[in-house]
């Protein structure tokens, strides 16, 4: 088994991941583009290896190999757990020996050899088979690299961790939803009743509301809604 040491090629640049980070900020958490972000590269001790599963049935007078499946996986060398989300993202990205400048290390808390031992027993209790069916191949430390994007969100400083072999946003639910404004809610509405079906879902959902709330039972309430209604039909009008 070879222990030397390489990183998975870094196929996702700076700017790149600049990008990446602003694009979800702004579609997926409602924020408004950052004006300063600050990338670095951080790498991340892995173990990554090849495993191959097998199953015995006996027959009369022998055992034979039933089914056989054949994967690759990595172990996370600071918690000692497998991460199969950044198996399925690496399994054909490519390894190198070039690592960035300037870049920062995680700690890694575990050798190659305590890393032979539990690859085995970690990657049979994710497949919930025995040791004695599962073959180790190609076991080598390996670093993943990871930018870290600092932006600022109306104060507070938030890192997006992007993986710098796929662009994918590592850390998503650490990243906090802007609430919208009112007159960005009203501006929405408004537009969406362009459409006839809009109409139908929010006619029915406000019916829903008023019933609940015995509102329908006011006059000046009533009497808001009408004006509301033919404001809407004003401004929608061509």
Do not use: C
């Amino acid at each position: 088994m070879n222990s030397g040491k390489s990183t998975f090629a870094l196929s996702v640049k700076e700017e790149n991941a600049k990008k990446l980070v602003a694009e979800f900020l702004t579609r997926e958490r409602n924020w408004p583009e950052p004006k300063k972000v600050v990338p670095k590269i951080f790498y991340y001790p892995y173990f990554s290896f090849y495993y191959d599963f097998f199953t015995e049935h006996k027959t009369d007078s022998e055992k034979k190999i039933g089914k056989t499946k054949r994967g690759k996986l990595v172990l996370n060398a600071t918690t000692g757990e497998i991460n199969r989300e950044a198996s399925k993202h690496i399994e054909n990205q490519e390894i190198t020996g070039e690592f960035e400048k300037n870049s920062e290390f995680q700690p890694i808390h575990m050798t190659f050899e305590e890393a032979e031992k539990i690859v085995p027993i970690k990657t049979a209790e994710l497949l919930e088979t025995h040791t004695e069916n599962l073959i180790i191949t190609q076991l080598k430390e390996v670093w993943l690299p990871v930018w870290h994007v600092a932006a600022n969100l109306e104060g507070t400083e938030y890192t997006v961790k992007v993986s710098a072999t796929t662009g994918i946003i590592l850390n998503p639910n650490d990243l906090p939803e802007r609430k919208k404004g009112v007159g960005e809610l009203a501006e929405e509405t408004i537009y969406e009743l362009r459409s006839p079906s809009a109409w139908a879902k929010y006619s029915v959902g406000t019916g829903k509301t008023i019933a609940k709330s015995r509102l329908w039972k006011n006059k000046w309430f009533l009497i808001a809604i009408l004006i509301a209604i033919i404001i809407a039909i004003v401004v929608l009008l061509p």
